[in-house]
C-alpha cells in the first residue's frame, strides 16, 4: 500500500473544493463575497492545474530508461 496523497497534492479534491466555493458563490447575496468565492474557485483549479503537471512530469521521469551508471 503506498502512502496517501496529501490532500494539497491531489487535483481531484482541489477540483472539488472549487465545485464547492463556486455553489456557495450562487447562494450568496452580497456580490462581494459571491466575486471572493469565484475568486477562490479559480486559484483552486489553478493549483489543480499545477498538480496535474506536476503529476505528468513525474510519470513521464519515471518511465524514461535509466542510464548506465557504470
Given at each position: 500500500?503506498?502512502?496517501p496523497t496529501p490532500l494539497e497534492e491531489d487535483p481531484i479534491h482541489l477540483r472539488q473544493r472549487a465545485r464547492a466555493a463556486r455553489f456557495e458563490a450562487t447562494r450568496t447575496a452580497d456580490p462581494i463575497t459571491s466575486e471572493t468565492l469565484i475568486a477562490i474557485a479559480?486559484?483552486?483549479?489553478q493549483l489543480a492545474d499545477l498538480v496535474e503537471a506536476k503529476i505528468r512530469t513525474e510519470s513521464a521521469e519515471e518511465q524514461k530508461p535509466q542510464a548506465d551508471e557504470s
Amino acid at each position: 500500500m503506498g502512502t496517501p496523497t496529501p490532500l494539497e497534492e491531489d487535483p481531484i479534491h482541489l477540483r472539488q473544493r472549487a465545485r464547492a466555493a463556486r455553489f456557495e458563490a450562487t447562494r450568496t447575496a452580497d456580490p462581494i463575497t459571491s466575486e471572493t468565492l469565484i475568486a477562490i474557485a479559480c486559484a483552486y483549479d489553478q493549483l489543480a492545474d499545477l498538480v496535474e503537471a506536476k503529476i505528468r512530469t513525474e510519470s513521464a521521469e519515471e518511465q524514461k530508461p535509466q542510464a548506465d551508471e557504470s
